[in-house]
């Protein structure tokens, strides 16, 4: 089937960097829409930013000049690159992707299993 698998997630101080990735593998036709959301602990779960087929964006208020989202549809992966972080931006970070596999008709979301991301102070 669908495979999202992210890696990138980490430890790091206060104003660093982290590259996260994900890469969707499995009976592919097309993907739509990719992002990225996050949660952390007790809080809902929202929106970091999303990036059409086509290259065109879409970014939370709270990331937005500091966090890029763009894509490799060659290899069908998602990128997040995470700049001057904040001791908030500590959550789980969740890939998503809307696509149709070759055995279905229409779009669906799939979801990666998530990658801890932790800024110390």
């Known amino acids: 089937q669908v495979q999202l698998v992210e890696s990138g997630g980490g430890l790091v101080q206060a104003g660093g960097s982290l590259r996260l990735s994900c890469a969707v593998s499995g009976s592919i036709f097309s993907i739509n829409a990719m992002g990225w959301y996050r949660q952390a602990p007790g809080k809902q779960s929202e929106l970091v930013a999303t990036?059409?087929?086509?290259?065109?964006?879409n970014y939370a208020g709270s990331v937005k000049s500091r966090f890029t989202i763009s894509r490799d549809n060659a290899k069908n992966t998602v990128y997040l690159q995470m700049n001057s972080l904040k001791p908030e931006d500590t959550c789980v970070y969740y890939c998503?992707?809307?696509?149709?596999?070759?055995?279905?008709?229409?779009?669906?979301?799939?979801w990666g299993q998530g990658t801890q991301v932790t800024v110390s102070s």
């Open positions: 990036i059409t087929s086509g290259g065109s964006t």
């Open positions: 998503n992707a809307a696509l149709v596999t070759t055995n279905a008709r229409y779009y669906r979301d799939y």
